[in-house]
């Protein structure tokens, strides 16, 4: 499932945030690679909103978080540094930010005793 997350109102329709959630499968590469660009400019137009509106150093500037869907359907956010999180999103886009965040949510939800070698 891929997830793109808006918080600011004017890249999105009026309230706290906007969800929009497509089933991988519906999805071909190229479509996926048009919807990850224009949603990379939408989070670029986010970030100079916010901080327009936000004064550098006040406690509402780093806030960050990445979102975890849980094996009930249930999404919900964990918080991160606004710093770690700017040079995590460097090097990793953010489907395998959410690849990887899934892949620890598994784990931690189905935990697995066995030992990496013998699992495939």
Known sequence: MFEYVFF???PMLPGNSLIVSLAEESVDDDLADEIDNFYDSMMDLDHELFSDTVEPGSDDYQTAGVVVNLAGGKTVYADVPGDLLKRVMEI???Q???DFVNAIVDAV???DDRSLC???
Do not use: A, I, Y
């Open 8 to 10: 600011h109102q004017q």
């Open 92 to 94: 990793l886009s953010p």
């Open 96 to 98: 395998e930010l959410g």
């Open 109 to 111: 939800e189905k935990p």
């Open 118 to 120: 013998q699992r495939k």
